[in-house]
């Protein structure tokens, strides 16, 4: 069965664009769930999607914003690019049992980096 | 207080050490406990899962939960120097949102 995957692997933005991230969970797992890694704050959760619909939000500023496709396959988005953004990007997917979160499994990132 | 607290090292051990990696956590109701083993520039990868305290063991790897202290652990056995990688506690209740330590830089040395 593939793994999570997540497109592009790498980005180069400058300040004040915007970008926007792709993840394709593995077949069969309905929550995608997103995270920024950086050296100095480790995984922060940015939010969570199942059925197309955002189920819970971590505390980042209104320019990170995601939506889930029908098919399962999720999209973030980062307007009005700060160099603090510049970070490691990574996409989880789970199952959905009795409508709660199964162990979450990491796509491999998609490296932002800010100038 | 973080949720989940877990020193971020950097740890450094000879090859064949017997190494320890832990965390602390602070809600009772979380219920199931996760290790990631992450290298360098690549996603975070399961490890190791466990429901409910006790030991769990996978060849080199032990995962370990002291619910009355809320204490869990990652033992691993023989360590190769292919071990060098950051590894994260996680946690969550059942519902939405896991929440990981912060992860901790482990070295093997040949």
């Known amino acids: 069965k593939a793994g999570v995957t997540q497109t592009p692997r790498y980005l180069i933005k400058t300040r004040g664009q915007q970008v926007t991230l792709s993840c394709s969970p593995i077949?069969?797992?309905?929550?995608v769930s997103w995270y920024q890694q950086t050296p100095g704050q480790g995984l922060q959760f940015l939010f969570e999607?199942?059925?197309?619909?955002?189920?819970n939000k971590g505390n980042f500023p209104g320019r990170f914003s995601g939506r889930q496709f029908s098919n399962s396959r999720s999209e973030m988005n980062v307007s009005t690019l700060e160099l603090g953004d510049s970070a490691l990007y990574l996409c989880?997917?789970?199952?959905?049992?009795?409508?709660?979160?199964?162990?979450?499994?990491f796509g491999p990132g998609t490296r932002l980096t800010v100038l | 207080q973080k949720e989940v607290e877990q020193d971020p090292g950097p740890l450094s051990v000879p090859e064949g050490a017997i190494v320890s990696l832990n965390c602390t956590y602070s809600?009772?109701?979380?219920?199931?406990f996760m290790w990631y083993r992450q290298y360098s520039r690549k996603g975070p990868e399961l490890l190791m899962y466990?429901?409910?305290?006790g030991n769990k063991e996978d060849g080199r790897f032990t995962a370990q939960v002291d619910k009355s202290s809320k204490y869990i652990s990652l033992f691993i056995r023989d360590s190769q120097p292919s071990d060098s990688a950051t590894y994260l506690c996680?946690?969550?209740?059942?519902?939405?949102?896991?929440?990981f330590g912060a992860g901790t830089r482990l070295f093997v040395k040949a």
């Open positions: 809600n009772s109701a979380f219920q199931y």
């Open positions: 989880a997917s789970s199952l959905v049992t009795g409508g709660q979160t199964d162990t979450q499994y």
């Open positions: 996680a946690t969550y209740t059942g519902g939405f949102k896991t929440i």
């Open positions: 999607y199942f059925s197309e619909t955002q189920r």
């Open positions: 466990t429901y409910s305290s």
């Open positions: 077949s069969g797992h309905r929550s």
